[in-house]
């Protein structure tokens, strides 16, 4: 059974880093799209970015590139993502997830479709001016 879990969450003030982490269990992560979601209130959820984690390469949303970092380490089948220069528009429940036996072409696609099977509950950022 995969499960995500992720962590990390919190309030803090705009300009301030966080980092966040997604820890999966029930299945190796090689070879799948593992991705960072976001939804604030009364938005829609949007996708943050994506690791391939059978080569590591990575792909952003535009409000996030040059800021945000997705890292992975496969020994502990985590993956991180770093939160720089946080703005208050940055506020938000933040979701991991997951796409077993993808490839790497795949996944900004299904990052920007949304189409990941396994989902983690979720961790508040929150961004204060």
């Known amino acids: 059974q995969v499960q995500l879990v992720e962590s990390g969450g919190g309030s803090v003030q705009a300009g301030r880093s966080l980092r966040l982490s997604c820890v999966a269990s029930?299945?190796?992560?090689?070879?799948?799209?593992m991705g960072w979601f976001r939804q604030a209130a009364g938005k829609e959820r949007e996708g943050v970015g994506v690791?391939?984690?059978?080569?590591?390469?990575?792909y952003y949303a535009d409000p996030v590139k040059d800021r945000f970092t997705i890292s992975q380490d496969n020994a502990k089948n985590t993956m991180y993502l770093q939160m720089s220069s946080l703005k208050p528009e940055d506020t938000a429940m933040y979701y991991c997830?997951?796409?077993?036996?993808?490839?790497?072409?795949?996944?900004?696609?299904?990052?920007?479709?949304?189409?990941?099977?396994?989902w983690g509950q979720g961790t508040q950022v929150t961004v204060s001016s």
């Open positions: 997830a997951a796409e077993r036996f993808a490839d790497a072409d795949s996944c900004a696609y299904k990052l920007r479709m949304k189409l990941f099977t396994y």
């Open positions: 690791v391939y984690t059978g080569g590591g390469v990575t």
């Open positions: 029930g299945y190796t992560g090689r070879n799948s799209c």
